[in-house]
């Protein structure tokens, strides 16, 4: 009864706490520094991420989507759809039926992104809500006629410095509040491209920038007052790999470039053939062993890179780090874009804030997951996607997860519960099946009770 009267009380506390804290809306800043491989994490030193993590969750790996670059990851993570359902499904892209070409230099023609409504479309559509966005892929273009409140047009020449300004001032100062905020940072992939991500020198350099930038992030939200209420998720779109200066696949050795429009190259070239598909195909499937070529029909299942009219008939995959090239293209020392089954290719995640868990280890999660997941947080309900709010269960307050070490220890306990039980009722049942000394006096008596009679 006290048990009960304990578990009501501290049931009501919770509750009213739940409520009080539910009179504010829920706000997330979502964070992308590019190309931040997973394994950066166990191989540099990161002081201040560690503390954000500490306090927060990571998930070690997230399982990326195909084609493993940066404009269809960062569209993946906002809408939770492979690219073949939201449609940007390369950085460079040309639609065969509209005549139109898309590069991510030049992409504000809305058609490109409106195959998908992202999430800081949807969190704007809410009743007094706003998003604001200091450059993630996309939030500068009218997608569905809606760009978020407060955003920035693309410019890789503005400092982290300015764009975590204009999002702190954005998430202070707003009416209607903003509750979804991102911030976009084009390192460490400039560096990983340049220097390759074995460069340890170089990349210990970057990645050190890096974690300052994450501690004047939690610096400032905290001197603003922001910290304790927000929702913040620092994650990436891809991993970055080595690409040796002799790893080369020359495609000019195999085929003329006069049959074929190259409309996108390493390392997935995306070929449109000029006059015979299957004369182009045959050049190409034969050219290297360290490439895989693919008719449009054939492209494995698991890429979920097929269902779209911006998908090139034919499509070529190169072996981790190799490059594809034409005769006249320099290579670089480090890309990604390759097979996202590669773990080389795959981000990590870390989120801290009242929705969240602290202290918590996740092994992976999809790229795909985080949309539900957001929009769980935000309250928002989702457009249908390629998620599962379930995968991500275990980093969330509010969300009843069991994982295998815990399994295992309920079933223990459940076990050893059911043993001592079994002990005692046997223990009992001996003990009652023992003729007590004054029933045999009881016994007696009844014995006696004819004579006394
Ligand atoms: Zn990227």
Known sequence: MKLFAILLLSGLITGCRGNSSYSLPPKLLLVSFDGFRADYLQNYEFPHLQNFIQDGVLVEHVNNVFITKTFPNHYSIVTGLYEENHGIVA??????????????????????????????????????????????????????????????????????????????????????????????????????????????????????????????????????????????????????????????????????????????LTPVAAILPKLNKTDVYNKLKTCSPHMSVYLKEDIPARFHYQHNNRIQPIILVADEGWTIVLNKSSPKLGDHGYDNSLPSMHPFLAAHGPAFHKGYKHSSINIVDIYPMMCHILGLKPHPNNGTLGRTKCLLVDQWCINLPEAIGIVIGALFILTTLTCLIIIMQHRLSVPHPFARLQLQEDDDDPLIG
């Not at 040309?94 to 230099?105: C, E, G, L, R």
């Not at 074995?198 to 922001?226: A, F, P, Q, S, W």
């Open 91 to 264: 950085n460079s892209m040309y639609d065969a039926i509209t005549k139109k070409h898309f590069s991510d230099i030049e992409d504000k023609d809305p058609s490109w992104w409106n195959e998908a409504v992202p999430i800081w479309v949807t969190n704007q559509l809410q009743e007094n809500r706003s998003s604001a966005a200091a450059m993630w892929p996309g939030t500068d273009v009218s997608i569905h006629n809606t760009t978020p409140s407060y955003f920035m047009n693309y410019s890789s020449l503005v400092s982290f410095e300015e764009r975590l300004n204009n999002i702190t001032t954005w998430l202070s100062n707003s009416n209607p509040p903003v509750t979804f905020a991102t911030l976009y940072w084009e390192e460490p992939d400039a560096s990983g491209h340049k220097y390759g991500p074995e460069d340890k020198e170089n990349m210990r350099r970057v990645l050190k920038e890096i974690d300052d930038h994450i501690g004047n992030l939690v610096y400032k939200l905290k001197m603003l007052g922001l910290w304790e209420n927000l929702n913040v998720i620092i994650t990436s779109d891809h991993g970055m790999t080595q690409c040796p200066k002799d790893r080369l696949i020359n495609l000019d050795l195999c085929i003329d470039h006069s049959h074929y429009t190259l409309i996108d």
